[in-house]
């Protein structure tokens, strides 16, 4: 028998938490309370230090998935929560989930989708304030998956304006990719310096990536990268140059571009 359902954590219980380097977990998906979680260590990824494998740059760069943004927060969060081989329960549990959507729905909480064939095949999500986004979860069903959503996601966090990317925990799967660890103390600080307002939202710097085009940058008299940062900053829309050898537009080849010029 289930233990009885609490309400979600208020959204604003949960953003002043997180403004104070606190998170919530919890012991298995029913149950029904969170602790509060302090950790002494935090991994961070610069988003001047992402770091791209030649393998991940061809997937990033060839659109191999079709990467979307807060079109799925539901799916995503549910496939994170979902039980992984060696790993039957999760922390992520259903009064979890309900408060991140409520999160969500303030615009406070974040999807990366990646798609195949019309499939949810990785991706990830987070919560934002500030110029601050701190990295929850990821999940991949298709090799290099989730590593595409997170290349995305260090890219428009770039464009538009964020200054600190949390990932909780160090591991060395965070390592590979570029992260590094912090105190507590040294984090707190970093979060305190991050305040203010974004130069605009992760959607209208997804669109900006999405439907910009190089030649139009070029037209400019900038480069490419400098005409997605003035679209993210503008809010405008422009289409991408089409990948060499193909007639189709190819966010993913800007996205690459964007990181390997700063990482």
């Known amino acids: 028998m289930h233990a009885p359902a609490l309400p979600p954590i208020p959204s604003e219980l949960l953003l002043l ?53 807060n079109t799925a927060f539901d799916a995503v969060m549910d496939a994170c929560a979902a039980p992984r081989p060696g790993h039957p329960e999760s922390w992520i549990s259903r009064r979890i989930v309900a408060s991140y959507r409520a999160l969500h729905a303030i615009g406070h909480a974040h999807s990366i989708e990646c798609w195949q064939d019309g499939e949810l095949v990785g991706g990830l999500y987070g919560v934002s304030f500030d110029k601050v986004f701190c990295g929850e979860s990821m999940f991949s069903r298709a090799d290099n998956a989730s590593k595409v959503a997170l290349a995305w996601l260090v890219a428009l966090l770039r464009h538009a304006g964020y200054e600190l990317l949390d990932c909780q925990f160090m591991t060395e799967h965070l390592a590979s990719l570029g992260a590094v660890p912090l105190e507590q103390a040294d984090y707190c600080a970093l979060v305190a310096q991050a305040r203010g307002e974004p130069r605009c939202s992760l959607g209208e710097a997804y669109s900006a990536f999405a439907g910009a085009a190089a030649a139009e940058g070029d037209a400019l008299g900038v480069g490419a990268g400098d005409a997605v940062a ?28 964007s990181l390997t010029h700063t990482s």
């Open 17 to 69: 938490a997180y403004r104070n380097g606190i998170f919530p977990m919890a012991d298995s998906r029913d149950d029904p309370e969170v602790f509060w979680v302090e950790p002494k260590e935090r991994a961070i990824i610069p988003l001047d230090g992402f770091h791209m494998s030649r393998s991940l740059r061809k997937a990033v760069a060839r659109d191999r998935f079709t990467v979307t943004c």
């Open 230 to 257: 003035v679209a993210a900053r503008e809010g405008a829309a422009v289409e991408l140059a089409p990948e060499e050898g193909t007639g189709a537009s190819c966010p993913g080849k800007l996205i690459a571009q």
